[in-house]
Structure formats: C-alpha cells, structure tokens
C-alpha cells in the first residue's frame, strides 16, 4: 500500500444520477459502492489511475446535520466549490467526446497559459477544468 491520499470527495445529492454521469459521461469507473443502513459509500475511479478514487457522497447524517446537509447542497448547486482538474491529452477531443456524450460545457476550448482548457459542470454544479497535458 501506498502512503498519500486515496480518496477525495464531492457532495452530490443524487448518488445514482452521480454514477450515471460520472461512469457513463466521464469514463470513470465504479470501485466501490458499499451501503451501511441510508449511508452509502460510492467511489469511483479514473481508468487511469488505478489508486485514486473520487467518492461521490450525499451531504447527510451522521457526518453533517440536515440543515447543514440543505445548506452544502444549494452551495455546490451554486458552483461554491473549487473545480477539479481533469487532465487529458487531447482537450479538443475530450471535450467533442465528452459533449456527443451529454456533458454541459460552461467554457469551450481556449488557449491559454501554455495550454488548452474548457470548463463543465456535474449534473450538481461541482466544476470541473479539461485541461491538455502539456
């Protein structure tokens, strides 16, 4: 096993529209998806990162409250959070696959800073960077 870190989070408030967007528009792919009475532990990985998940997590009890869950809920349907960043070798491609796949893009393609970036959005308003591997 590897030391550093294994899994980061997003909130989402649909777990299996979630698993929809992410594995069948993204490409990821389910490793785990685990369920303890509601609670429901769901992550999925890159196809090309094999020991790093994204865990695709509900906001709710036990590890928040309801108001708060309410509350990180409309913030990340804001955008409120910071983006991920996808790195891809072809951003122009990525993102024509990506959109003939149902993904939304807030920015299409642009030069800049040495490379290629566009902008989309999950189904939730978690934000996310395409960016061309230099």
């Known amino acids: 096993m590897k030391n550093g870190v294994q899994v980061?989070?997003?909130?989402?408030?649909?777990?299996?529209?979630?698993?929809?967007f992410y594995v069948d528009k993204l490409g990821f792919?389910?490793?785990?998806?685990?369920?303890?009475?509601?609670y429901r532990w769901l992550t999925v990985q890159h196809p090309d990162q094999p020991d790093f998940q994204l865990g695709l997590f509900r906001p709710q009890p036990?590890?928040?409250?309801?108001?708060?869950?309410?509350?990180?809920?409309?913030?990340?349907?804001?955008?409120a959070m910071p983006p991920l960043v996808l790195v891809v070798e072809d951003c122009q491609a990525?993102?024509?696959?990506?959109s003939s796949r149902g993904v939304e893009f807030v920015q299409e393609p642009v030069t800049r800073y040495g490379?290629?970036?566009a902008s989309f959005r999950d189904p939730f308003g978690?934000?996310?960077?395409?960016?061309?591997?230099?």
Do not use: C
């Open 8 to 20: 980061v989070g997003l909130y989402v408030h649909d777990q299996d529209e979630a698993l929809h």
């Open 29 to 38: 792919r389910v490793h785990t998806d685990a369920r303890n009475g509601d």
């Open 62 to 79: 036990p590890i928040v409250d309801e108001a708060t869950a309410q509350g990180l809920e409309e913030a990340v349907a804001k955008g």
């Open 94 to 98: 990525a993102f024509e696959a990506m």
């Open 115 to 117: 490379s290629v970036d």
């Open 126 to 134: 978690n934000g996310w960077k395409l960016v061309q591997a230099r």
